[in-house]
């Protein structure tokens, strides 16, 4: 059974620092491409950062040079470590699993969520 485990979210006030984490089990979690996605209360979910098999990274352009993206395939583990929060980046957080077994089958994993809420 595929598992995705968020943990890390809370309150922080503006200017603050998170550092999430997602911990996946039941898949071979190096050869996955991971995402963090987010979703604030009546908005769409909008993906925030990737990271590949390789550690290449993408950001969105409202998180570029605050949020930062990383993996530790040792342990299973993605990070979000999230600085110089806004009230703006208030969202329930998501750890997403993605890996294309063959042409046009896709294995894709979601975590549970969790909140995040940068007010003072």
């Known amino acids: 059974q595929v598992q995705l485990v968020e943990s890390g979210g809370g309150l922080v006030q503006p200017g603050g620092s998170l550092r999430l984490s997602c911990t996946a089990s039941?898949?071979?979690?190096?050869?996955?491409?991971m995402r963090w996605y987010r979703q604030a209360p009546g908005k769409q979910r909008d993906l925030v950062a990737t990271?590949?098999?390789?550690?290449?990274?993408n950001y969105a352009y409202s998180v570029k040079g605050r949020f930062t993206i990383s993996r530790d395939n040792a342990k299973n583990t993605v990070y979000l470590q999230m600085n110089s929060l806004k009230p703006e980046d208030t969202a329930i957080y998501y750890c997403?699993?993605?890996?294309?077994?063959?042409?046009?089958?896709?294995?894709?994993?979601w975590g549970q969520g969790t909140q995040v809420t940068v007010s003072s």
């Open positions: 990271i590949t098999e390789s550690g290449s990274t």
């Open positions: 997403n699993g993605q890996r294309q077994e063959r042409v046009g089958v896709w294995r894709n994993y």
């Open positions: 039941g898949i071979i979690f190096s050869i996955y491409t």
